[in-house]
Antibody, heavy 117, light 112 residues
Framework: EVQLVESGGGLAQPGGSLRLSCAAS????????MNWVRQAPAKGLEWVSY????????YYAESVKGRFTISRDNAKNSLYLQMNSLRDEDTAVYYC??????????WGQGTLVTVSS | DIVLTQTPLSSPVTLGQPASISCRSSQSLVKSDGNTLLSWLQQRPGQPPRLLIY???NRFSGVPDRFSGSGAGTDFTLKISRVEAEDVAVYYCMQATQFPYTFGQGTKLEIK
């Protein structure tokens, strides 16, 4: 069974940092590009970042470029999102998602990040 | 960036009646390989998004056949043939044809 379990969310101050993790199981993790997607409270979905299975290809939304870094450890079946210089507008539930456009699409349950002083 | 515009943003529907949601893209979603990566997602209250339809018209595993997708190029539609109580949710279209992936604003399906 495919499982994606996010963790690492919590309260951070503006300008602070957090590192999110997504633990994957039930599939060959290294074969899949992975995404982070977020959802601010009572708002719609916003794609944040993508990393290819071999880590060679990275993409970021303009809203997080230069502040967030996506990475993965295929030996640990884990996806990460290092979030620096956090802003109030980064407050959201963060989801990891595998190929959300295909027959192999799968979403995690999400982890809440709150940026507030 | 590709902009996806959904209509309506709210849809009150009677149980057992059909519902339809439109998604219009600011540019063609056809990739160079001929595929069109337009998906529909369902998000029930308090739940993560769930994939319903991928590549315009393919139902994801376990999705009831009352859900169907259609369209081409820049205009796409999600239809529910007979709305059930469990269909109360927000529905999003999403394009993965090019980065950044983008989503429609969401359509809230409510029961009259």
């Amino acid at each position: 069974e495919v499982q994606l379990v996010e963790s690492g969310g919590g309260l951070a101050q503006p300008g602070g940092s957090l590192r999110l993790s997504c633990a994957a199981s039930g599939f060959t993790f290294s074969n899949y590009g992975m995404n982070w997607v977020r959802q601010a409270p009572a708002k719609g979905l916003e794609w944040v970042s993508y990393i290819s299975g071999n880590t060679r290809t990275l993409y970021y939304a303009e809203s997080v470029k230069g502040r967030f870094t996506i990475s993965r450890d295929n030996a640990k079946n884990s996806l990460y999102l290092q979030m620096n210089s956090l802003r109030d507008e980064d407050t959201a539930v963060y989801y990891c998602a595998r190929r959300p456009y295909s027959s192999e699409g799968y979403w995690g349950q999400g982890t809440l990040v709150t940026v507030s002083s | 960036d590709i902009v996806l515009t959904q209509t309506p943003l709210s849809s009150p529907v009677t149980l057992g009646q059909p519902a339809s949601i439109s998604c219009r893209s600011s540019q063609s979603l056809v990739k160079s390989d001929g595929n069109t990566l337009l998906s529909w997602l369902q998000q029930r209250p308090g739940q993560p998004p769930r994939l319903l339809i991928y590549q315009i018209s393919n139902r994801f595993s376990g999705v009831p056949d009352r859900f169907s997708g259609s369209g081409a190029g820049t205009d796409f539609t999600l239809k529910i043939s007979r709305v059930e109580a469990e269909d109360v949710a927000v529905y999003y279209c999403m394009q993965a044809t090019q980065f950044p992936y983008t989503f429609g604003q969401g359509t809230k399906l409510e029961i009259k």
